[in-house]
T-cell receptor, first 116, second 112 residues
Framework: GAVVSQHPSWVICKSGTSVKIECRSL??????MFWYRQFPKQSLMLMAT?????????EQGVEKDKFLINHASLTLSTLTVTSAHPEDSSFYIC????????????FGSGTRLTVV | GDSVTQMEGPVTLSEEAFLTINCTYT??????LFWYVQYPGEGLQLLLK?????DKGSNKGFEATYRKETTSFHLEKGSVQVSDSAVYFC???????????FGEGTQLTVNP
């Protein structure tokens, strides 16, 4: 139970284009989702926290206009990287807080974004 | 604010060796503590957790005990396998409903 499906698993895009990453909770309702960025051989860096039906809360230093987060339903949150540049290339991971039956966090499988 | 510190890596062991990965936390209260494992190119999977002092989390031969007196949550396994090769993250949640704070991650490589 408590599975988060993240798509795509990898994407290559050209500089200047936008890319959308989706995270779906398959068997539970995710009122809160988290988006992380991970650089090679480093830990996860929290980018933003999204609550269903309200605006996302971004961490300091994260450009909200560049990383658009939408959490319009209890089962879907999306991250759109707008006007992507090579420095946006990274591994992006979503996570959802799980309340029942066991409290905790479940993670998507990640998206490898490469901007060329 | 709260923080989680893991032992510096990477760690390389031979199969069937004993594993310890140290994790300590700094928090104003008593956070819930987690160990996650990440295999190459994948997201994180919960390995085990503990929500209060003296709790022991265990899964797949891994164990960790929440030690309030030393503010630690060290991960141990008595006999590692090649398939245990992965990156291990310690994480804490200060209060229920807040957010996870991750350690730096420890790369474990187990050689046959």
């Amino acid at each position: 139970g408590a599975v988060v499906s993240q798509h795509p698993s990898w994407v290559i895009c050209k500089s200047g284009t936008s890319v959308k990453i989706e995270c779906r909770s398959l068997d539970f309702q995710a009122t809160t989702m988290f988006w992380y960025r991970q650089f090679p051989k480093q830990s996860l860096m929290l980018m933003a926290t999204s609550n269903e039906g309200s605006k996302a809360t971004y961490e300091q230093g994260v450009e909200k206009d560049k990383f658009l987060i939408n959490h319009a339903s209890l089962t879907l949150s999306t991250l759109t990287v707008t006007s992507a540049h090579p420095e946006d290339s990274s591994f992006y991971i979503c996570s959802a807080r799980v309340l029942v039956p066991n409290y905790g966090y479940t993670f998507g499988s990640g998206t490898r974004l490469t901007v060329v | 604010g709260d923080s989680v510190t893991q032992m510096e890596g990477p760690v390389t062991l031979s199969e069937e060796a004993f594993l310890t990965i140290n994790c300590t936390y700094t928090a104003t209260g008593y956070p819930s503590l987690f160990w996650y494992v990440q295999y190459p190119g994948e997201g994180l999977q919960l390995l085990l957790k503990a929500t209060k002092a003296d709790d022991k989390g265990s899964n797949k031969g891994f164990e960790a005990t929440y030690r309030k007196e030393t503010t630690s949550f060290h991960l141990e396994k008595g006999s590692v396998q090649v398939s245990d090769s992965a990156v291990y993250f310690c994480a804490g949640e200060e209060t229920s409903g807040s957010r996870l704070t991750f350690g730096e991650g420890t790369q474990l490589t187990v050689n046959p």
